[in-house]
């Protein structure tokens, strides 16, 4: 029996493929929706071969992410051979086009699925100059997955941002980095209102700040701030060609490169534009992606331009958020 995972974000894709494949008696089928379930299958089912659809956001992040940790024959479906050879540059074994059509492709299917997954794995890697990933030591496993919550809000924000942080849990199991478009002279008050319903750890942001579970950091409104490889806060001095103050794009764009799949950007009420390339970013990393929904915004601006933009898995009223991320931090990442 070949264990198969399908990774599609089009649910009727999806179900199509897996009944394809479910046709032949020795394959059994698990689904993926994102890039994040995809890693954590693979993790735990060991498959024989990964189906990929390329549309998904993060694709090709996600196949350099499956061979490094945990080598699988990967066959992506992608419109047009430049893409297929993209796929295949990132570490997949083969490509073909899409949409698949029940009748004419599931037999040309069937064959390169039996095909790929009966491939010499290591003498592939070997071929393409990949290696195998080294197991590593236990303490460096048990500190893997923690998520990170990287938020960005302007006009309405504050009062969107108080109604999240004092509805969190004490033990919150991630840091979260807030980036709220405020002037120099109102910041030590934000900082200060927050921080007296906020059940968290919370301050302004400093250099050199380390993000832990349960902390709370506020981007300085003077500077942009960076979450750097290790963790660790960088402030640089504000661009003054940027009109927002501090910058959202700057802040969730950092947490995109760092964290990856395990990024969680939250986007609140606010005029502008300001954070939609980040939580861009974030979601083509495989991250998690929510929005403050019109109804519960002050402005429907940065939010709403987010999800016009496809940056958004969840678009939640804003008395939702805070359960929601409860959930989502609660769930180590692969």
């Known amino acids: 029996m070949i264990q198969v995972v399908v990774v599609d974000m089009d649910p009727r894709c999806r179900t199509l493929l897996a009944a394809m494949l479910e046709a032949d008696p020795d394959l ?5 929706a994102s890039v994040q379930e995809a890693l954590a299958r693979v993790a735990a089912l060991a498959p024989g071969l990964v189906v990929l659809d390329l549309e998904l956001p993060g694709a090709l992040e996600a196949i350099e992410r499956i061979m490094a940790r945990h080598p699988v024959p990967i066959l992506v479906l992608a419109a047009g051979e430049g893409r297929g050879a993209a ?16 009748g004419p492709d599931q037999e040309r299917l069937l064959r390169k699925v039996h095909a790929l997954a009966g491939t010499d794995l290591k003498a592939y890697l070997a071929f393409r100059g990949m290696s195998q990933p080294a197991s590593p030591p236990a303490a460096a496993l048990r500190n893997q997955g923690g998520r990170v919550v990287a938020i960005a809000s302007s006009t309405g924000g504050p009062q969107a941002l108080q ?7 004490a033990g919150f199991p991630a840091p979260v980095v807030i ?10 008050g934000l900082v200060a209102w927050l921080r007296g319903t906020c059940p968290l750890k919370l301050k302004e942001a400093a250099p ?10 506020i981007n300085p409104p003077g500077s942009d701030l960076r979450i750097g490889p290790q963790g660790r806060v960088k402030l640089t001095a504000r661009d003054e060609k940027n009109r927002y103050r501090p910058s959202c794009d700057t802040l969730l764009l950092s947490v995109a490169e760092t964290y990856g799949e395990r990024s969680i950007g939250v986007i609140l009420s606010g005029m502008g534009d300001d954070g939609v390339r980040g939580m861009l970013a974030i979601r083509r990393a495989g991250g998690a992606t929510l929005a403050q929904d019109e109804a519960t915004s002050v402005v429907y601006g940065m939010n709403g331009r987010a999800v016009a933009a496809g940056a958004v898995e969840q678009v939640l009223p804003l008395g939702e958020l805070a359960a929601h991320l409860g959930r989502l931090a609660g769930t180590q990442a692969p």
């Open 28 to 32: 059994r089928v698990a689904q993926a």
């Open 87 to 102: 796929a295949v540059s990132r570490g997949a074994m083969a490509w073909l086009p899409r949409p698949l059509q029940a």
């Open 179 to 188: 980036a709220q478009h405020i002037g120099e002279d109102f910041s030590e």
């Open 163 to 169: 109604t999240i942080l004092s509805a969190l849990d």
């Open 208 to 217: 050199g700040d380390a993000l832990a579970p349960g902390m709370v950091l």
